[in-house]
């Protein structure tokens, strides 16, 4: 059994962003919800949201995906000194440009492209936050499957 | 006696007597280790599951816990994220290894 090229476009794009030198400290996670540990002062979470096909017009024939995938790029201030919206900021810019450095990743899609950016951020010990980077992925798979 | 000594005497005597004999990165802890019903829900889908977490005193928790081993029973464990609540204990939150 073999994953949805969906799938495969959700780790071309969290391979890009695991390349080295690394970004950040905790890493590249994909598809998981739990909370960036305290030891962690950065890290990059990777989701597969959702996929819009295109109409087919005859059967059998090629389908045209739209894909969304969500990267969350968080981050946490050392010290008061620090803006941790800043640092998220900063390494949304050096992830996005790891995604866009091949728009098509590889060959796998037609293009990628961000779509939307959400900043949000939150007060604890330090200041802590969070760049939202919304991608869609046009993307093709064959009329019988959706698979890579 | 100060309320610190207190509270460490409390939570000792409380895992002595609830929790049992654990090993976290190769080093026996006492810990409470309880793996409790979950619903999760995903878009409308019920998925039943477990909840799998420990408590432990904080002075047994390493600083980079997150991805070490835990051991309960013939049980292996990874942690996924070490909570602190502040008065000596932390939460381990932990997955099937």
């Known amino acids: ?148 | 006696m100060t309320f610190d000594t207190a509270l460490a005497r409390v939570n000792a005597r409380a895992l002595s007597r609830f929790g049992s004999a654990c090993v976290l990165a190769g080093v026996a802890v006492q810990a409470d280790f309880v793996s409790a019903h979950q619903q999760s829900d995903l878009n409308g889908v019920a998925i039943s599951a477990n909840a799998i977490q420990a408590v432990l005193s904080s002075s047994d928790v390493p600083t980079a816990v997150v991805g070490l081993p835990f051991v309960h029973g013939s049980d292996t464990y990874t942690v996924l994220d070490a909570q602190p609540d502040g008065y000596g204990l932390t939460t381990l939150i932990l997955e099937v290894a």
């Not at chain 1, 030198?21 to 949201?49: C, H, W």
Request: with cysteine.
């Open chain 1, 1 to 148: 059994m073999s994953n949805s090229l969906h799938v495969g476009v959700r780790n071309a794009v969290a391979a890009a962003l695991s390349a080295l030198p690394s970004l950040a400290d905790g890493g590249v996670v994909v598809n998981r919800s739990t909370p960036m540990a305290k030891q962690y002062a950065k890290q990059i979470r990777v989701f597969l949201e959702t996929s819009s096909g295109q109409p087919i017009v005859l059967s059998g024939q090629p389908q045209d995906w739209t894909t969304r995938i969500r990267v969350e790029h968080v981050a946490r201030a050392a010290s008061a000194d620090e803006n941790a919206t800043d640092l998220a900021d900063a390494l949304a810019c050096a992830a996005t440009e790891r995604v866009l450095a091949d728009m098509s990743l590889g060959g796998l899609v037609q293009h990628i492209q961000p779509k939307a950016i959400g900043w949000f951020d939150d007060e604890a010990d330090t200041s802590i936050a969070t760049v939202q980077v919304i991608y869609e992925a046009v993307h093709r798979t064959s009329g019988q499957s959706i698979a890579a």
